[in-house]
């Protein structure tokens, strides 16, 4: 599989089963990240990857109750990081950018092995922190969640979500996101 064709097939399913967690899968997705660049080599981003039956049900508990979808996860990558990893550059953090190359790295490894790696905002953070030994002054950035996509829609997925599970949502026209030269100028395509 090239790029294109992870980047194509790559899908934010929330119907999953199980998929067997190894040591090998996880250094092969951690590598992905590893090689992603980042602002004067920083590389900011640090994961934990959570695959341990126990410490995943303790996890689930940081989750927002419309995600209780994530209960299936054979594994869950917690990204997190902090500003002084990275670049200060007058106003500008690079920390999130950086780690969200490298996170995106990752999703695509993990697509390329045929699983499904569905980040996800719907988590409370102080959780997320206390569960997985998180200092107190880093950032969980978002939380991957990780499993094989299932053939069967999960029941405990809202109708928007299952509508999507069978479709790729819609995605904006080049036209209202692609501009040429200035702001004002908007690609014809």
Sequence with gaps: MDVKEAIEKRRAYRSLDPV???EDLIVSLAESAQLAPSCKNSQSWRFIFVFDREQLQKLFTSIAPGN????????ILV???KVQ???IIKERLYYLFDSGIATAFIILRATELGLIAHPIAG?????VKKV???PIEMR?????????KSSELNPDLTDLMKMTENSRPGRLPLKQFVYYNCFNQLSPS
């Design 85 to 87: 990893y990275d670049c």
């Design 140 to 148: 969980v950035i978002t939380l991957v969640i990780i499993g094989k």
């Design 68 to 75: 209780k979808w994530v209960e299936k996860a054979s594994m």
């Design 20 to 22: 067997e967690i190894t």
């Design 79 to 81: 990204v997190f990081s």
């Design 132 to 134: 997985c030994g998180i």
């Design 123 to 127: 988590f409370e953070e102080t959780i």
